[in-house]
């Protein structure tokens, strides 16, 4: 089954710029999605098929897929930014979903 | 505008089957390309898909958890009923709904928490 691998924690100071990773085997052939989750709330997709932004999410949410590294960025962060990211796949070769085991963004 | 919202027993007890509703607006079932998925989140833990129905009835679960799943819909009630069997304490868990569209969940239901003991 495939495995997705975030790092649990980032923290990052209001105005810097955040980037949380999100690994897997050749990842750079499927499309990665990510999903902002805050306390108490459910999930909230903030980027689909790599790096298209849903509307009303700022342009300061970015992503890139490469090799074995996906990875959301998020510039000028701010205090309302800090939450629960999540990435995820589908796995074609067993046709279900996959998630990341999640990474908490402390904005310091 | 999409809206789901998940209902369903807050409380069940060990080997019992669970039975979550899923109930929708402002999207069909029966449109090409259209599913619905359903996710759970155990408190302080990661997100865990469960299983998803598409329009034409096609069905995918979870590996893991797929001898205790069940997915069906009812497209003239706009809604999508999960059954899990042979609950667990280990199943307790919020559990969501999500409208699903060409591999990712673009609109979520706020979450229904089922806690499961004795």
């Known amino acids: 089954s495939y495995v997705l691998t975030q790092p649990p924690s980032v923290s990052v100071a209001p105005g810097k710029t955040a980037r949380i990773t999100c690994g897997g085997n050749n990842i750079g052939s499927k499309s990665v999605h990510w999903y902002q989750q805050k306390p108490g709330q459910a999930p909230v997709l903030v980027i689909y098929y790599d790096s298209d932004r849903p509307s009303g999410i700022p342009e300061r949410f970015s992503g890139s897929n490469s090799g074995n590294t996906a990875t959301l960025t998020i510039s000028r962060v701010e205090a309302g930014d800090e939450a629960d990211y999540y990435c995820q796949v589908w796995d074609s070769s067993s046709d279900h979903a996959v998630f990341g085991g999640g990474t908490q963004l402390t904005v310091l | 505008q999409i809206t789901l919202k998940e209902s369903g027993p807050t409380l069940v007890k060990p080997t019992q089957t669970l039975t979550l509703t899923c109930t929708f607006s402002?999207?069909?079932?029966?449109?090409?390309?259209?599913?619905v998925g359903w996710i759970r989140q155990p408190p302080g833990k990661a997100l865990e898909w469960l299983a998803l129905?598409?329009?034409?009835?096609?069905?995918r679960y979870s590996p893991s958890l797929k001898s205790r799943l069940t997915i069906t819909k009812d497209t003239s009630k706009n809604q999508v009923v999960l059954t899990m069997t042979n609950m667990d304490p280990v199943d307790t868990a919020t559990y969501y709904c999500?409208?699903?569209?060409?591999?990712?969940?673009?609109?979520w239901g706020q979450g229904t928490l089922v806690t499961v003991s004795s």
């Open positions: 402002g999207f069909s079932l029966s449109t090409s390309g259209v599913g």
């Open positions: 129905i598409y329009w034409d009835d096609d069905k």
């Open positions: 999500a409208h699903y569209a060409d591999y990712y969940f673009d609109y």
